[in-house]
């Protein structure tokens, strides 16, 4: 496949190769066996030199991933049974979490994405039931979930994970509210908190050499992530990179200010 990832589907190959070398570790925070077979049949790496930077965004990553992953498996076990990964990239939850039976995941991208992670998983079984959707979130997303499945009545985990950051204000604040719509009482939403924003962007220009990617974020709704979702409706968790890296064992950077996590809930 010649160039099957540009601009943000390569950020998502970069992800795809920082969990591959945690699954590497033999103290690893999750397991991913799908991971590199994303990095051998992708485009070479953009190279990027070793840093306080870019060791700081590969924790951002690592644990994100395995916040994310006790999410899930948490809603899960309340009885939400509908699930949708915004963005999904080349996300593998359908194929390595312990799903209960029931589960539907639906997964949204750009088409190239969603038809380079197909082939690159070609033979490999979910398990739960997996379907793509493919449409641009800039664009009417929303009006194609119902068609593909999606049933806006039952309560639905949403994991926006890696994105808003690369949105601009209006954007982000359209795409929430797309969810917040589609969204039955008792819904679960989790995303990056904004908290820190500036000062990651701000770094990341300061620093381009150690993580190009930062030279796409636009800062999405950054600090305000938090009070625009309660003034929209939800009830909503803040949780620091700091103390979820210190739950799994890891330690965080003691400068500076890293972004956490949000998990918001539609109350019933």
Same mark, same amino acid.
Not at 37 to 60: C, E, H, I
Not at 111 to 118: C, R, S, T, Y
């Given at each position: 496949?010649?160039?099957?990832?540009?601009?943000?589907?390569?950020?998502?190959?970069?992800?795809?190769?920082?969990?591959? +070398?945690?699954?590497?570790?033999?103290?690893?925070?999750?397991?991913?066996?799908?991971?590199?077979?994303?990095?051998?049949?992708?485009?070479?790496?953009?190279?990027?030199?070793?840093?306080?930077?870019?060791?700081?965004?590969?924790?951002?990553?690592?644990?994100?991933?395995?916040?994310?992953?006790?999410?899930?498996?948490?809603? +899960?076990?309340? !009885?939400?049974?509908?699930?949708?990964?915004? +963005?999904?990239?080349?996300?593998?939850?359908?194929?390595?979490?312990?799903?209960?039976?029931?589960?539907?995941?639906?997964?949204?991208?750009?088409?190239?994405?969603?038809?380079?992670?197909?082939?690159?998983?070609?033979?490999?079984?979910?398990?739960?039931?997996?379907?793509?959707?493919?449409?641009?979130?800039?664009?009417?997303?929303?009006?194609?979930?119902?068609?593909?499945?999606?049933?806006?009545?039952?309560?639905?985990?949403?994991?926006?994970?890696?994105?808003?950051?690369?949105?601009?204000?209006?954007?982000?604040?359209?795409?929430?509210?797309?969810?917040?719509?589609?969204?039955?009482?008792?819904?679960?939403?989790?995303?990056?908190? !904004?908290?820190?924003?500036?000062?990651?962007?701000?770094?990341?220009?300061?620093?381009?050499?150690?993580?190009?990617?930062?030279?796409?974020?636009?800062? !999405?709704?950054?600090?305000?992530?938090?009070?625009?979702?309660?003034?929209?409706?939800?009830?909503?968790?803040?949780?620091?990179?700091?103390?979820? +890296?210190?739950?799994?064992?890891?330690?965080?950077?003691?400068? !500076?200010?890293?972004?956490?996590?949000?998990?918001?809930?539609?109350?019933?």
């Amino acid at each position: 496949m010649d160039e099957p990832l540009r601009g943000v589907g390569r950020t998502a190959l970069g992800v795809a190769r920082m969990r591959a +070398a945690e699954h590497r570790r033999e103290d690893r925070l999750f397991a991913d066996p799908f991971a590199e077979a994303f990095a051998a049949a992708g485009p070479p790496a953009v190279p990027g030199t070793a840093g306080a930077m870019r060791d700081m965004m590969v924790l951002q990553v690592i644990i994100r991933t395995r916040f994310y992953d006790d999410y899930f498996l948490d809603a +899960a076990a309340s !009885g939400i049974r509908q699930v949708v990964l915004l +963005a999904a990239g080349l996300d593998t939850r359908a194929f390595r979490l312990d799903w209960p039976d029931g589960v539907r995941l639906f997964e949204v991208d750009l088409p190239d994405v969603l038809a380079f992670k197909d082939a690159t998983l070609a033979g490999a079984e979910p398990r739960c039931g997996r379907t793509v959707v493919a449409a641009d979130l800039r664009e009417d997303w929303a009006g194609r979930l119902p068609a593909a499945g999606f049933d806006p009545s039952r309560p639905t985990a949403w994991l926006v994970e890696g994105l808003l950051i690369y949105l601009s204000e209006d954007d982000a604040a359209a795409l929430l509210d797309g969810i917040g719509e589609a969204s039955a009482p008792g819904s679960r939403l989790a995303t990056e908190d !904004g908290t820190g924003t500036t000062w990651l962007i701000d770094l990341a220009r300061t620093h381009p050499e150690q993580f190009p990617a930062g030279a796409l974020w636009k800062g !999405g709704l950054g600090e305000e992530s938090a009070s625009w979702l309660e003034e929209h409706g939800w009830r909503v968790e803040q949780h620091s990179l700091s103390d979820a +890296a210190a739950s799994y064992g890891r330690s965080a950077p003691g400068s !500076g200010s890293p972004r956490g996590f949000l998990i918001a809930e539609r109350p019933r």
